[in-house]
C-alpha cells in the first residue's frame, strides 16, 4: 500500500499543474459561454449548447482526475475506482451529446467553422475515446498494473488539447452565425 503511495506521489508535480491548468481553461470557457450567451439560447443554435456542455464536462473531469491523484495516502483501489467513475460518467455523458447533436433538425453551423461532422468527432467522439481508455486503463489499475497509472496521462491530454482548441474556436467563431443573421437584418 505505501509503496503505491509512494509510486502515485511521483505523478504529484504533473496532476497539480494539470488540475492548475484544466481550472483556468475552464474560467476561460466561462468567459466564451458568457459572451454567446444570447446566440445559445436560440434553439437554431443547439449545437452551441452540446459543444459548450461538452467542453465544460471535458475540463471537469480532466480536474477531478486531477484531484484524485492528489489526494493524500491514495490506495489503489480507491484510485481505480475513482477514475472508473469518471471514465464511465464521461462515456455517458458523450453518448448523450452525441444523440442530442444528432436530434438537432437544424444545423446552422454547417458550412461554417464548426461542420457537424468535424465537430460531432472533435468533440464528443474524442471524448468518448477518452473516457473509454480512462475505463480500460482503471481496470488496469485496479488489476495491480502501474501501467495503467503511466498512460492515464494520455487520454488527459488529449481531452484537454481537445476542449482548448473547442474553447478557443467557441471563443472566436461563436457568434459567427449571429452576427452574419444580425447583419442580413439591417
Not at 474560467?27 to 459548450?52: C, W
Request: a negative charge; proline letters at 3%; glycine letters at 8%.
Amino acid at each position: 500500500m505505501q509503496d503505491f503511495s509512494a509510486y502515485i506521489d511521483h505523478w504529484g508535480t504533473f496532476y497539480f499543474t494539470v488540475a492548475a491548468v484544466s481550472g483556468t481553461l475552464l474560467g476561460l470557457l466561462f468567459v466564451a459561454v458568457s459572451l454567446n450567451v444570447d446566440t445559445m439560447r436560440r434553439a437554431k443554435f443547439s449545437d452551441l449548447r452540446i459543444m459548450g456542455y461538452q467542453t465544460y464536462f471535458n475540463y471537469l473531469m480532466v480536474l477531478l482526475v486531477a484531484l484524485i491523484f492528489l489526494i493524500p495516502e491514495q490506495t489503489q483501489t480507491g484510485m481505480g475506482i475513482m477514475v472508473l467513475l469518471v471514465g464511465a460518467a464521461g462515456v455517458t455523458v458523450s453518448i448523450r451529446q452525441i444523440q442530442s447533436a444528432e436530434r438537432n433538425p437544424e444545423h446552422p453551423i454547417l458550412g461554417a467553422y464548426f461542420y457537424k461532422p468535424i465537430f460531432m468527432l472533435q468533440i464528443s467522439a474524442v471524448g468518448f475515446v477518452c473516457f473509454a481508455g480512462m475505463m480500460v486503463l482503471a481496470i488496469l489499475v485496479l488489476a495491480g498494473q502501474r501501467l495503467g497509472i503511466s498512460l492515464l496521462f494520455i487520454p488527459i491530454a488529449a481531452l484537454i488539447v481537445s476542449a482548448t482548441e473547442t474553447t478557443w474556436n467557441f471563443l472566436t467563431h461563436g457568434n459567427y452565425h449571429a452576427s452574419e443573421e444580425h447583419g442580413a437584418n439591417n
